[in-house]
């Protein structure tokens, strides 16, 4: 059962649906700190959402484009191939970058937006991916690593 799972999990299907995710992720992630620099320098108006007198934070929408796409999947199922899914890969890529951009700020429940663990989150959050994407050239790299500490601890202990 393992082994279909790995199959499946490393499939290149799967490795490319989780490249647009990372791609769209950290895509996101730069142009939403970009954004808020340049808004924070005024070289942008600011066009951030404020209702009586609370500031919506840019998770909000990553949560809902989350959700919304999570109830599409699960009702809709579409295609892997289909134009559809391939923009629900792309907007769950943006969903996440939205997300966990302001991490910190939803962890610590405080308006903090340069905290460290949003910067902490993004980088945990891409390893994540990666390693999905990745887990049998990374399982096979653990083991070859393994192989190799105990051919020399039998070299070592063998004289």
């Known amino acids: 059962m393992e082994n279909e799972e790995e199959q499946i999990l490393n ?3 799967n490795k490319k649906i989780i490249g647009i995710v990372i791609f769209y992720f950290l895509i996101t992630f730069i142009l ?3 954004m808020v620099y340049l808004v924070i320098g005024q070289w942008l ?3 951030f959402l404020t209702i009586r007198g609370v500031h919506i934070h840019h998770f909000t929408y990553g949560v809902l484009i989350l959700v919304v796409l999570g109830l599409y999947f699960i009702l809709r199922r579409p295609n892997v191939n289909s134009a559809s899914f391939k923009i629900c890969t792309a907007l769950y ?3 996440l970058g939205l997300t966990f951009d302001e991490f910190g700020m ?4 405080a308006d903090q937006y340069w905290v460290r663990q949003s910067y902490d989150a993004i980088v945990v959050m891409l390893l994540f991916l990666l390693n999905i994407a990745y887990f049998r050239e990374v399982k096979s790299g ?3 690593i393994e192989r190799l500490i105990k051919a020399i601890f039998r070299r070592l202990f063998s004289i």
């Open 11 to 13: 499939s290149p299907t």
């Open 93 to 95: 890529g943006i969903g």
């Open 45 to 47: 108006p600011n066009f």
């Open 106 to 109: 939803w962890v610590r429940l």
């Open 142 to 144: 653990v083991h070859e």
């Open 32 to 34: 939403s700190r970009l």
